[in-house]
């Protein structure tokens, strides 16, 4: 059953690979207690059998542990999104699981990155390889178009290196969008500003790996997908030798992206659609950031404060 409940997350709920591998190690864990906590390996009418008090008696055990809240809230999802599936898809119905709700987590705030910051990793990246580093020149112009991408354009890490090389057409000079897939498999249209696209054509015409439309745009000096583990380690390695804060991540770019748009007075709902946020509650997480920046101003600068 649980294989069958993996098979609808990835298919009918269209969750990442990432989620649905997350999602199968909390379910295990969760039945890996119950075995423990009932003194013998549960069957599935023992698991629907399970009462509020075993849920509590799990939730207080990962507490013991240590566990963070937040991956304790996303243990708690996978087991509702189980019971859930168990319900609608084949009638089996626990009350207690009904019952269970995730606990509502402090939100955490956005980290961008300053404009000068951003400025000062862009040119890192363009000059890596200047500084003793034995790293070939097109994988040099690989990550640069990269990073323009995540921050011109707001793209996630892992969006960005799904693309394959047909996204941006055959004249990537003159690529102006791109049509991007996010979570969920919903695809949204993303501007590209005229520098993002001259960055991606002296990559692409650097390149030595072959060029099919199939082909990944992003791609290792093995020819394969590049990872984003990769991405991560020299982004590690060139903020460390600039100086950067330890929020220069990946992720901070696309953040940045959003900070900076709203600064500039973009609409709220224009930053929704260019990020592919389902709700515009999690977008407006970056008006708080932006509010912050505004005091902090405010009281630097007003003669009264």
């Known amino acids: 059953m649980a294989r069958a409940w993996l098979d609808w997350l990835a298919h009918q709920r269209r969750q990442s690979p990432a989620t649905v591998k997350a999602y199968r ?10 075995a423990e906590h009932q003194g ?3 069957t599935l009418d023992g698991l629907l059998d399970l009462s509020a008090g075993d849920f509590r008696a799990w939730l207080a055990a990962r507490h013991r542990r240590g566990l963070a809240k937040r991956s304790t809230a996303r243990a708690l999802a996978a087991v509702r999104s189980f019971y859930r599936f ?6 089996r119905h626990n009350p207690a699981a009904s019952a269970l709700r995730t606990p509502r987590l402090e939100q955490r705030l956005p980290r961008p990155l300053s404009e000068p910051h951003i400025a000062t990793l862009l040119d890192e990246w363009e000059s890596d390889g200047a500084a003793g580093d034995v790293t070939p020149a097109w994988v040099v112009k690989r990550e640069l178009a990269l990073c323009l991408l995540l921050y011109g354009a707001g ?7 799904a ?4 996204a941006v057409g055959e004249r990537p000079a003159a690529l102006r969008s791109l049509t991007v897939t996010g979570k969920g498999g919903k695809q949204r249209l993303v501007p590209i500003l005229p520098e993002i696209a001259e960055a991606l054509a002296a990559y692409l015409a650097a390149c030595p790996q072959p060029s099919a439309r199939s082909a990944p745009l992003f791609v290792g000096v093995r020819g394969k997908r590049l990872q984003a583990a990769v991405v991560r380690r020299r982004m590690q390695r060139l903020r460390r030798r600039s100086g950067l804060p330890e929020n220069a991540t990946p992720h901070a770019l696309r953040h940045s992206f959003a900070t900076h748009l709203l600064a500039g007075g ?3 709902r224009v930053i929704q659609e260019l990020l592919g946020h389902a709700s515009l509650s999690t977008t407006q997480g970056y008006t708080a950031v932006e509010g912050e920046r505004l ?8 003669p009264r404060a």
């Open 25 to 34: 190690t909390d379910l295990y864990g969760f039945v890996g207690f119950c």
């Open 40 to 42: 013998e390996p549960p």
């Open 86 to 91: 168990l319900d609608r898809q084949h009638g």
């Open 155 to 161: 793209l996630r890490i892992g969006e960005a290196l």
């Open 163 to 166: 693309l394959d090389r047909g």
């Open 266 to 268: 973009a609409d709220l």
């Open 295 to 302: 005091m902090q101003l405010y009281h630097q600068a007003h």
